[in-house]
C-alpha cells in the first residue's frame, strides 16, 4: 500500500530565511505525481507545487523548490525568503498517474517568526 | 482552475441527529470527492461522487452514515448521519482538475459534534 510520511509535525522559520519540509512515501508505481498543498487558517487548500515522477528536474515556484530523490522515495519542499504568509499547514500528497486517488501525509505546521 | 464553495463553513450539532454540506462548484465537473479532517490529522478519503452513479465509498466509510447526492455537474451533497463526537471533523469537498492534473479544494465545514 502506498503511504506517505511527514516527520515534522511542525516546523518554526524566522522571516526571510529558509525552511525545508521533508516528506518521504512508498510506492511500487513508477508513473506518479507528488505534490505540496497548503492549508493556511481560512482551511482552503491550495496547491504549492507538483512534481511528476518522470521528471528528474526539481520543480520550481517562485520561493518555493522541491527536493526530489526517486531512488530514496523523498520529496523536500524548501520555501525561501518566508514570509509571515507562510504559516500553514503544509500536505504531502501523492497519485497514481491516471488515478483519482490522493493519499496525504499528516502534515507540517509551518510558524513564521517575525 | 475551479472555485468551490460550502455550506455550512462550520456547525454544531447534538449527538444523534443528521448534517448535510453542500458543494458548489463554478464550472461544470464530473467527478467531486469528499474528505474527512479528523482533528490534528490528514485528510482521509470518504467517497467519490459522479453525476448519474451511485457514489463510491472508501474503506471503513458506508453510504448509510455518509449518503451523498450529485444531482448534477455543478453541485454534490454529504450527510452526515446519526452524528456521534467521533464524527468531528473537517469536511472538504474537492473537484479534479482538467487532465491528470492537480485537485481544488473547498474551503471545509466544521463540524462539532457533542
Known amino acids: 500500500a502506498q503511504t506517505v510520511t511527514q516527520s515534522q509535525p511542525e516546523m518554526s522559520v524566522q522571516e526571510a530565511e529558509t525552511v525545508t519540509l521533508s516528506c518521504t512515501y512508498d510506492?511500487?508505481?513508477?508513473?506518479?505525481?507528488l505534490f505540496w498543498y497548503k492549508q493556511p487558517p481560512s482551511r482552503q487548500m491550495i496547491l504549492v507545487i507538483r512534481?511528476?515522477?518522470?521528471?528528474?528536474q526539481n520543480a520550481t515556484e517562485n520561493r518555493f523548490s522541491v527536493n526530489f530523490q526517486k531512488a530514496a522515495k523523498s520529496f523536500s519542499l524548501k520555501i525561501s525568503d518566508s514570509q509571515l504568509g507562510d504559516a500553514a499547514m503544509y500536505f504531502c500528497?501523492?497519485?497514481?498517474?491516471?488515478?483519482?486517488?490522493?493519499?496525504f501525509g499528516t502534515g507540517t505546521r509551518l510558524k513564521v517568526l517575525a | 482552475s475551479a472555485v468551490i464553495s460550502q455550506k455550512p463553513s462550520r456547525d454544531i450539532c447534538q449527538r444523534g441527529t443528521s448534517l448535510t454540506i453542500q458543494c458548489q462548484v463554478d464550472?461544470?465537473?464530473?467527478?467531486m470527492f469528499w474528505y474527512r479532517q479528523q482533528p490534528g490529522q490528514s485528510l482521509t478519503l470518504i467517497a467519490t461522487?459522479?453525476?448519474?452513479?451511485?457514489?463510491?465509498?472508501e474503506s471503513g466509510f458506508v453510504i448509510d452514515k455518509f449518503p451523498i447526492s450529485r444531482p448534477n455537474l455543478t453541485f454534490s451533497t454529504l450527510t452526515v448521519s446519526n452524528m456521534s463526537p467521533e464524527d468531528s471533523s473537517i469536511y472538504l469537498c474537492?473537484?479534479?482538475?482538467?487532465?491528470?492534473?492537480?485537485?481544488?479544494f473547498g474551503p471545509g465545514t466544521r463540524l462539532t459534534v457533542l
Open positions: 500528497a501523492y497519485r497514481v498517474s491516471g488515478t483519482y486517488k490522493y493519499i
Open positions: 464550472s461544470q465537473v464530473t467527478m
Open positions: 512534481q511528476e515522477a518522470y521528471k528528474q
Open positions: 461522487a459522479n453525476q448519474g452513479s451511485e457514489a463510491t465509498y
Open positions: 474537492s473537484v479534479r482538475g482538467q487532465g491528470d492534473g492537480e485537485q481544488f
Open positions: 510506492t511500487s508505481e513508477s508513473d506518479y505525481y
